[in-house]
């Protein structure tokens, strides 16, 4: 199997406009409702587990409908209603102004006393992580739309041309470390892409050493090292070069719950991020390894490593991996046949097999027989 | 003879004043602190009963100066109608003159020898005459009393006429004691004239305290209380020593017309009634066979009298007409055992319940206005429920105050027994157990201990069962402990009512500030996001509370409502 860029699917959409007319309109809102005597509130729509759903039909994990509303004159809501609006605006100026501020610094930019109290607009920043995180669930738009970064984390290295801003560069001549993934990636375009296909890596070790080898050279493939979970914007990029740019996403994490764990965000979404799935998963990405059978296939056995934890047969268990496949084992978006089965084989064998284990075989050999073969043969995973 | 007449004499003066020591706590003088209380009681209840029989809102002032260890001055004045020169022994001097003991009234005092005690004591303590000064308009007297102790009569060692141009009417006593102390306790005068100003709103009264102080319990009310009547005794609520009494001072013709016209709810009928009863008494404790003796005596109890009197026979009518010669011959020659007999007889007999009319309750308004003006609480509440009977026949009634906040720093019961503050034995009264039994939680009072609450309850009746003679504990006796739990609890109730409007408004008012608070941010940013004017978005939102949140006046509506 030849991997190929196809035809784009979804068009370079950043808009400022956008965002600020989102915003101004929920102001109006609240202000005519004021102006009438009406009881202005917001709707949020409600997080974690309980309003979170697995779309079959998309294949993502999506947001429920659930709403709670949150009221002015409800002193319970008041303090949040006050802080949405002055998070409101303050995303206003920083777009407007068309400057980025990160979660920490959202939070000390609006951080005062209420005048004639002694109560602070925001005590601690896990007053106000949330209230953005609400704001991207109401408006619908990405904190990084509206301006506010998350933490970078995560490089790309291959043969693409990045424009961020006023700078343009192509991301294979920036030397063996790559271009570092900022934490909005919002307004990057991609004005030239001479690769083939997108290889997610989990570690940045071993994304070092496919960049060492040649790999994305030689199989014309842009490398991105998520160094563990991806970001958002790791995820949004992905995201964008799928659907915007057409190239088919390829996943390579550890042969463990918690690397498999990884692909199903890339693909499904997170639980915690429902609300986004939309703009920052990848249903289409592919899993090419490590799988369980690929301890077989090549011979792996002496480099596995046991479990942690204590596995489900076994008084007090199961915990640690052992309880984290067992979740996985049962989430909807788990349950295609060749995960099942992998998640299985790695329960009963209670084995766990890394990236870099494959260099028992030699430095080269993932970059030189395991990813070329298993990408040509189409051995993934869906 | 000569000697032995002496000796007599000697006898009779130790008596007195043996009888004195010896029933001290009965006449309470018992402890340094208690007898000085005493002292005041009885010279403040005189006044407050002379002021209340002659219609005059009373300001009585009582003064205790030291004059030593353990010794002081006492004085109480008041502005009543002021003593008849001539009856001036009698007030202060009779000893065991019983002028409360057989009436039938709900008084204040019932101490037994009132003032006259008072009296006694100084004159046992410092040797000292009590000087009385009184008008009743006329001359001013001034006289210094002593008890004569031989003749059991008040004696005026010393008296001096003054001229009144400015017509002052009252009374003022001033007397000499040694063993009592001054302590500003809970048993002391302070807490006696304060719990007194409470219960009688409508005097005032000021002390002034061994070291100058001035306490001032000021006049909440102008109403003056109607004196209580005298009641006829209720069958049922007499002892064989009170029918015996009487019997022997009536002045009837039979012993018949002696009941029927001096006890409530005895008529002619009921006579037959007695006498059928106390013929069955009578035969009941001829009978042998206890095993029958038991089975009749539970028929009459079941009011089967006529059936015990058949089932002896002939017998029956024999004893009938026996005892109902009893009936016709004079009360005083009626025997202590045929009193008994009688008693007996009204415990088995049914009477109709007594009238009521006597009790004089200190009422829900006047109960509010003392709570009111002495403890200055922000919520009072008061009530005072329909007279009841105990016994089988003894009327009582329960009031009871409650009054919550304001100065009001902690919980306290002040128990009263016909408007008279009870300061002693607190543990074994029924007013403590009752009010210890409410479950306050259920009226939003968390803890009682620590709640700023206080709880007045007077029980009412002419005969307040005390549990011992000291007078300072009513004993513990269902129908009163019932009806002061019922009373207790629909004040609490009211109470509660107060509590929760008075939270839901401090909710109303601190949700207010709270809204209003963050208006100056959610203005600011607003008008960010929209271009608006603040101050224009400020008052829509100011607008919009405002029409939200209904938070009325605070202190002024409070009491009112609770009233409602």
Not at chain 1, 231 to 245: D, K, T
Not at chain 2, 22 to 37: C, D, E, F, P, V
Not at chain 2, 165 to 191: A, F, H, L, N
Not at chain 2, 465 to 477: E, L, M, N, R, V
Request: hydrophobic share 35%.
């Amino acid at each position: 199997m030849k991997l190929k860029r196809q035809k784009p699917k979804e068009k370079f959409s950043y808009d400022p406009q956008k965002v600020l007319k989102k915003l101004e309109d929920l102001a109006w809102k609240i202000l005519e409702e004021a102006k009438s005597g009406k009881n202005p509130y917001f709707d949020v729509p409600t997080r974690g587990l309980n309003n979170v759903y697995f779309d079959e039909e998309s294949r993502l994990i999506r947001l429920g409908d659930r709403l709670s509303r949150r009221y002015f004159l409800n002193v319970a809501h008041a303090r949040k209603f006050m802080q949405t609006l002055i998070l409101m605006a303050y995303i206003k100026r920083l777009v407007s102004e068309g400057k980025h501020a990160s979660l920490r610094e959202a939070y000390y930019a609006n951080k005062h006393t209420v005048p004639g109290t002694r109560e602070n607009t925001f005590e601690d920043q896990s007053e106000s992580d949330p209230i953005i995180e609400d704001l991207e669930r109401m408006l619908g738009v990405l904190r990084e739309e509206m301006h506010i970064t998350a933490d970078r984390r995560g490089y790309i290295y291959g043969d693409i041309v990045i424009k961020d801003g006023e700078d343009e560069f192509n991301a294979s001549k920036l030397g063996t470390g790559g271009w570092a993934v900022p934490g909005t990636v919002e307004h990057i375009q991609f004005p030239e892409i001479n690769v083939d296909y997108v290889l997610v890596v989990e570690t940045a070790a071993m994304a070092d050493r496919l960049i060492e080898e040649k790999y994305p050279k030689r199989e014309n493939c842009l490398i991105v090292a998520t160094q563990g979970q991806a970001s958002r914007g790791v995820r949004r990029l992905i995201h964008r070069l799928h659907y915007e740019e057409g190239l088919p996403i390829i996943v390579f994490t550890d042969g463990d719950p918690y690397g498999w764990y990884i692909y199903s965000t890339i693909k499904r979404g997170s639980i915690n991020l429902a609300y986004l799935s939309e703009k920052l998963a990848t249903p289409d990405a592919k899993f090419v390894g490590m799988t369980m059978d690929d301890i077989k296939e090549y011979n792996l056995e002496n480099v596995t490593e046991k479990l942690k934890g204590i596995p489900p047969d076994k008084k007090g268990g199961p915990t640690g991996d052992y309880k984290r496949l067992i979740e996985e084992l049962n989430y909807p978006w788990f349950q295609d046949k060749e995960w099942q089965r992998q998640l299985k084989l790695a329960l009963k064998w209670g084995v766990r097999i890394e990236q870099q284990a494959l260099a028992n075989k030699s430095l080269e050999f993932v970059a030189k027989e395991y990813l070329p073969e298993k990408i040509r043969e189409g051995k993934l995973l869906p | 003879m000569a000697e032995a007449k002496d000796l007599f004499k000697e006898f009779k003066v130790q008596s007195v004043s043996e009888f004195f020591r010896r029933n001290a706590a009965m006449l309470g003088y018992t402890g340094k602190i208690r007898s000085l209380t005493t002292i005041i009681h009885e010279a403040v209840t005189n006044s407050l009963d002379a002021c209340e029989e002659a219609g005059i809102l009373p300001t009585i002032r009582v003064e205790i100066e030291e004059l030593g260890k353990e010794h002081y001055k006492v004085i109480v004045e008041d502005n009543g109608p002021g003593i008849p020169e001539e009856y001036i022994p009698h007030v202060f001097g009779k000893m065991l003159a019983g002028t409360k003991a057989h009436r039938n009234i709900q008084s204040r005092g019932q101490q037994g020898i009132g003032i006259s005690g008072a009296v006694m004591f100084a004159q046992i303590t410092t040797g000292k005459p009590t000087r009385v000064i009184t008008s009743t308009g006329g001359e001013i007297v001034e006289a210094w009393v002593k008890i004569d102790v031989q003749k059991n009569e008040g004696k005026i060692v010393k008296k001096v006429k003054h001229p009144n141009p400015k017509g002052w009417r009252g009374t003022r006593i001033e007397m000499e004691v040694k063993d009592v102390k001054y302590v500003r306790s809970r048993q002391g005068v302070y807490w006696y004239l304060k719990l007194t100003a409470i219960a009688n709103p409508h005097a005032y009264i000021e002390l002034v305290e061994p070291d100058g102080k001035l306490v001032v319990f000021p006049r909440s009310s102008e109403e003056i209380p109607k004196p209580p009547v005298e009641m006829k005794p209720h069958p049922k609520g007499v002892m064989v020593d009170d029918v015996y009494t009487m019997a022997h001072r009536s002045k009837r013709s039979s012993v018949k017309r002696f009941l029927v016209s001096e006890f409530s709810r005895i008529s002619e009928k009921k006579i037959e009634e007695l006498i059928k009863y106390v013929a069955a008494i009578r035969l009941l404790k001829s009978e042998q066979n206890e095993e029958i003796k038991e089975k009749l005596r539970e028929k009459l109890i079941n009011g089967d009298v006529d059936s015990v009197l058949r089932s002896f026979g002939r017998k029956w009518k024999k004893e009938v007409e026996k005892v109902a010669k009893i009936m016709e011959k004079p009360p005083e020659k009626l025997t202590w055992q045929e009193a008994e007999e009688i008693v007996e007889a009204f415990k088995l007999m049914k009477f109709l319940a007594p009238p009521t009319h006597g009790l004089r309750p200190i009422g829900e308004e006047n109960i509010k206005r003392g709570l009111t003006g002495i403890l200055k609480p922000e919520f009072v509440t008061a009530v005072t429920r329909s007279p009841k009977v105990y016994a089988g026949g003894i009327p009582f009634q329960v009031e009871v105050g409650l009054a919550y906040g304001g100065q009001i720093s902690g919980s306290e019961i002040l128990r009263y027994a016909n408007r008279v503050p009870l300061l002693f034995d607190a543990g074994s009264c029924v007013i403590t157990s009752a009010v210890r039994s409410i479950d306050w939680k259920r009226y939003k009072i968390d803890s009682f201990d620590s709640a700023p609450l206080v709880v007045l309850v007077n029980v009412i009746s002419v005969h307040v069962p005390y549990t011992s003679t000291g007078k300072q504990s009513i004993a513990d006796i269902e129908e009163i402990y019932n009806e002061i739990r019922l009373a207790l609890m629909d004040a609490a109730r009211k109470l509660a009512l107060y509590l929760g409007g008075k939270y839901r408004r401090m909710y109303q008012i601190k949700r207010r500030k709270t809204l209003e608070k963050y208006l100056p941010e959610i203005a600011r940013s607003l008008h960010i996001l929209t271009g608006e004017p603040e101050e224009k978005i400020r008052e829509y939102f100011l607008k919009l509370i405002e029409s939200k949140i209904e938070v009325e006046e605070v202190e002024s509506v409070e009491v009112e409502e609770a009233e409602a």
